[in-house]
């Protein structure tokens, strides 16, 4: 397969390379992927992350894989194992799927390294079209508030919510932004204050419960959040925390706004109560591990409960912003991400 390069996956000398995000921002460190078992165990350890990316690794490790002459019926097998990495992020089965749509043609190799390819020069469009749709809601001045990492990091191109952060910086229209740290995994506090810096856009960083007071002392003028899958009645699976900042906008009066690509739509999920929530280990609540060390803090044995992701219903939704444009709660009201009027 020809060389390529985003933020975080690389393909060189034929092999995948990730960017090992559960490292940075201290280590800048990139492993190689060989084989599903590899690609897995870094999903599940979240140094590959970000409902985009899980898709666009799984889909070049398979393309990978049939070059190196893996048979059609091991590749379908892999395909399932890769499915199955994270149960939340609905961009992985849907790449998955147009990946085994390839595996059925004659020419099975070429194909899927075809459709790899395809997916991550679609993510860079998909990316640039939300960044535009959205900067186009944000106001001169802005003050806004993040969750968790939605920017280059997790995808092929500038991301979704933070895309479209800064494209509106860049526009001139972004004061500063404040940026949740993101418990357990501090996606926020270690990934997105870190690609904030690497672009010159001016940040403070919060621990999650800081949210509501400033909210209170209107210092934030929008959220922008990204989403792991958005349900065909427009409620939205995100990092845990999320549906806690949709609850404190309702209440302040302040627009809430998700960021995905037409990729994260799941028009056969009927509403977010459907939507599987990954379970994680006990270990992200009981203490903190990186590259900066391992620490535990609870008591040892102590009960747990840790779910990555939270549904924030559609009604706390000022604007979802996809690669096709701005879809506004009338819309969602009326079906526009049911199955028969969905672009998705
Ligand atoms: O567990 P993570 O870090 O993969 O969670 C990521 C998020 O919740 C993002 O908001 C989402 O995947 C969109 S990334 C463009």
Redesign the pocket.
């Known amino acids: 397969m020809q060389t390529l390069s985003t933020t975080s996956l690389q393909v060189r000398d034929n092999q995948l390379w990730i960017l090992d995000q559960q490292a940075l921002p201290q280590q800048k460190t990139w492993c190689v992927t060989p084989d599903v078992g590899t690609l897995v165990s870094h999903i599940k350890a979240?140094r590959v992350?970000?409902?985009?990316l899980?898709g666009l690794s799984a889909s070049l490790l398979l393309a990978l894989l049939a070059e190196g002459g893996m048979p059609r019926n091991q590749l379908a097998e892999s395909l399932e194992v890769l499915r199955a990495a994270r149960p939340t992020?609905v961009n992985l089965m849907n790449n998955l799927d147009r990946m085994k749509l390839a595996l059925t043609q004659e020419n099975f190799v070429t194909a899927l390294t075809f459709e790899a390819l395809r997916l991550v020069e679609e993510d860079k469009t998909l990316c640039d079209s939300i960044a535009e749709a959205g900067s186009a809601l944000v106001k001169p001045g802005s003050r806004l508030l993040t969750?968790?990492?939605?920017g280059g990091l997790?995808?092929a191109g500038v991301?979704?919510?933070l895309g479209v952060i800064v494209r509106a910086h860049q526009q001139g229209k972004v004061s500063h932004v404040w940026v949740d740290e993101t418990r357990p995994?501090l996606?926020g506090g270690r990934l997105t204050a870190w690609e904030l810096g690497e672009r010159c856009v001016p940040y403070r960083l919060i621990c999650d419960s800081m949210a509501a007071s400033l909210m209170g002392q209107k210092q934030v003028d929008a959220i922008w959040?990204?989403?792991?899958r958005i349900a065909a009645n427009g409620d939205v699976a995100?990092?845990i925390g999320t549906y806690s900042l949709a609850v404190l906008a309702h209440y302040h009066r302040i627009p809430f706004y998700v960021a995905?690509p037409h990729t994260t739509l799941d028009v056969h999920c009927p509403n977010g109560a459907a939507i599987p929530i990954e379970e994680r280990d006990a270990r992200e609540v009981t203490g903190v591990a990186g590259s900066f060390g391992d620490v535990q803090w609870a008591p040892e044995n102590a009960s747990v409960f840790n779910p990555?992701?939270d549904v924030t219903p559609a009604a706390l939704i000022a604007g979802w912003i996809l690669d096709t444009g701005v879809v506004t709660p009338a819309q969602v009201e009326a079906g526009i991400f049911q199955p028969s009027s969905a672009n998705g």
């Open positions: 979240l992350r970000g409902a985009p899980i992020a969750h968790c990492n939605t997790a995808t991301g979704t919510a995994l996606q959040v990204g989403a792991d995100n990092k995905a990555a992701f």
